[in-house]
């Protein structure tokens, strides 16, 4: 049976660290397995906690009187060294809500006012890139509101705000480097007719 050893943390970082943990295969051979984590420390990485506490928030933002248009941001990532798309989305901070800071990143990153929509059983966290990072976000899906700013953004930050449509939603997928999250959820707004979050009441 697969299991986790002991685990040694390798970086000191403020927002992101690098695990060693000693891995026994499911053919009984042993070797060392390197896993991300925003967790600060050894005794709460999930490996060793089993507890998927949301590390981040995922913003599902309908715009528009109609109901139409999606909020999604357009991001210089460094890994790839260019633009991606995704939707708005920040880490939770300590005694945070998920609610709470979509909210406060929805504001920041693109200026909007956003009004969640309280679904417990949708908003439950998920992992993100799971052969890589322990890393889980909750999707907060909701309503936006107002004009869209960059007066929230910190300096380390380029991120434009697009509110799109169903058709330039095509075009960016057909197109575009998407992250994987956004691409899925993007071909369901693309998918639905009317209110793109009315499945949440089924």
């Not at 890139?129 to 953004?153: H, N, R």
Request: glycine share 8%.
């Amino acid at each position: 049976m697969s299991r986790v050893g002991n685990v040694k943390k390798l970086t000191d970082n403020r927002f992101l660290n690098l695990y060693e943990l000693e891995a026994t295969f499911r053919d009984g051979h042993t070797a060392p397995y390197y896993v991300a984590s925003r967790r600060r420390d050894v005794e709460n990485i999930k490996a060793v906690t089993h507890d998927n506490h949301p590390d981040g928030v995922i913003l599902y933002g309908v715009y528009g009187e109609k109901k139409d248009r999606i909020v999604l941001i357009r991001q210089f990532r460094f890994p790839i060294n260019g633009y991606v798309y995704e939707f708005p989305a920040g880490l939770v901070d300590p005694g945070e809500s998920l609610l709470t800071a979509g909210i406060r990143e929805m504001k920041e990153e693109t200026g909007l006012d956003f009004q969640p929509v309280d679904t417990p059983d949708w908003s439950r966290p998920y992992f993100t890139t799971i052969g890589m990072t322990d890393e889980s976000c909750g999707t907060v899906f909701g309503y936006c509101s107002g004009e869209p700013s960059d007066a929230g953004l910190e300096g380390t930050e380029e991120i434009h705000v697009v509110l799109a449509d169903q058709e330039e939603c095509k075009r960016i997928l057909r197109e575009e480097n998407v992250a994987i999250m956004c691409a899925y959820m993007l071909m369901h707004f693309i998918a639905s007719e009317g209110d793109p979050l009315k499945f949440l009441n089924k």
